[in-house]
């Protein structure tokens, strides 16, 4: 029977060692570099989109898409109060202010993606979640993802922005908290 058991747990310790990754990193912006790596999107956004990415606990997995319209797309994927694909009521209080917030000079850019052995991460914790945000306009898009356990500079940045985002979020009534699957119903 322990011969069993061990295997067993094993195994559970293998599948939950392989986090999400985070997707791609959209094109960025014509005129962006890594000084300037948050160059004007032409008119302003048109969409935004932020994920959550799980980590080896309970942290939540969802993307949120916001267009500049008002509509609202959730897909929560594991460890959220909503799971499944939504349209959330029309918010065009909420673009706005997710608009103020990836476009202000306050909260610069990261110069591209922040993750263990990409950019600027270092020391590197573990067990976090990870972030991707991407605002795309009618000429341009930009993004970026970040893994939270990262240090330095540019994890600096990626972090204060990531925050801000999941802060608007939340004050506009968006699901961000997370909640173990199967301690909790949607």
Request: charge should be negative; aromatic fraction near 8%; charged fraction near 15%.
């Amino acid at each position: 029977m322990r011969p069993f058991l061990f295997v067993l747990v094993l195994g559970c310790l293998a599948a939950c060692a392989t986090p999400t990754p985070p997707p791609p990193t959209p094109p960025a912006a014509p005129g962006s570099s890594p000084e300037n790596p948050a160059a004007p999107l032409g008119e302003g956004p048109l969409s935004i989109a932020f994920s959550a990415y799980p980590c080896f606990g309970f942290c939540p997995d969802f993307t949120v898409t916001v267009s500049a319209d008002g509509a609202v797309r959730y897909e929560g994927r594991r460890f959220t109060t909503l799971r499944g694909v939504h349209a959330l009521p029309s918010n065009p209080a909420l673009f706005q202010a997710l608009s103020e917030v990836v476009m202000s000079p306050r909260l610069p850019w990261p110069r591209g993606d922040v993750q263990p052995g990409k950019g600027d991460c270092d020391p590197v914790a573990t067990d976090l979640p990870s972030y991707a945000l991407s605002v795309r306009s009618s000429d341009a898009a930009r993004g970026f993802s970040f893994y939270a356990g990262c240090g330095g500079a540019q994890a600096m940045r990626a972090r204060a922005l990531s925050d801000a985002v999941m802060a608007t979020l939340a004050a506009h009534g968006v699901p961000t908290e997370g909640v173990p699957d199967g301690r909790a119903e949607p």
